[in-house]
């Protein structure tokens, strides 16, 4: 990765940003387990309109892969007198406090080296699959208005056998095209306030050790990208190589 303080991989609508101060182990386990939630609730919830239950699955699938819920909260960032603001803004707000600060550093350098990327790269196709969703409201004394709801999902790990997961969701009446991670919001066209979901997970690290075989073979055929189109493999990630997948797409 062009940083060394995190190493970022997408899956569809996932955006995982591991330390890179953790163990090439943990980084590898940490990802299966992603994985393997992304999978079930895909397989559950396929539709992008059904994202709050898609969500709902996936945390209940980290838990059963051996991760404990520690903490569960709804962050509500504001921005009053604000005529605009971009989803770092909404990062910024959302985890503002020392409890955050490290994951919100990671997701920030993570986010800005995504928006580098081509829009036509495997790791942009893939992450934007399930990031917005589309509906007709009627208005009273208007015509039928269109709305978008913008929801992503952030995986944060920056310390052994912690995760953060970070749901980001809102709706608004401003035209939301691919890829909108720069994108200027204007707080005005939001229809609904802009809530992000916050669960706090910590690895049981003897039940994960007895699931682990039967975990990875679930994800077998599966992959994530990386963020860099052309990042290569190091020696560290040989243990879970066919998780990580600098330039191709993934099976469903």
């Not at 790791?123 to 208005?145: D, I, N």
Request: glycine share 2%.
């Amino acid at each position: 990765m062009e940083s060394n303080r995190q190493e970022s991989f997408v899956d569809t609508g996932l955006l995982s940003v591991l330390s890179s101060s953790l163990e090439s182990q943990m980084k590898c386990d940490t990802l299966y387990s992603l994985l393997a939630a992304r999978l079930m609730a895909s397989s559950k919830f396929p539709n992008v309109e059904e994202f709050s239950q898609w969500h709902s699955t996936f945390v209940q699938a980290l838990e059963r892969s051996a991760w404990t819920l520690r903490g569960e909260q709804v962050l509500r960032p504001t921005f009053e007198g604000r005529s605009s603001v971009t989803l770092s803004d909404v990062i910024v707000q959302a985890m503002a406090g020392p409890s955050l600060h490290e994951q919100s550093a990671l997701v920030l350098e993570a986010m800005n080296a995504f928006s580098k990327i081509p829009t036509y790269s495997p790791s942009a196709v893939r992450f934007w699959e399930r990031c917005v969703s589309q509906r007709m409201v009627k208005v009273p004394g208007k015509e039928e208005e269109q709305r978008f709801t913008v929801h992503v999902l952030f995986a944060v790990s920056s310390r052994k056998a912690c995760m953060d997961l970070f749901q980001l969701e809102f709706e608004t009446s401003q035209t939301v095209e691919e890829p909108f991670l720069q994108l200027a919001f204007l707080p005005r066209s939001f229809t609904s306030p802009v809530s992000v979901k916050h669960h706090r997970f910590e690895m049981a690290a003897r039940a994960f050790a007895r699931s682990r075989e039967q975990l990875i073979a679930f994800v077998r055929w599966h992959q994530m990208i990386a963020v860099t189109p052309d990042i290569e493999p190091g020696q560290d990630y040989v243990t879970c190589g066919a998780v990580m997948a600098p330039n191709t797409l993934s099976l469903r």
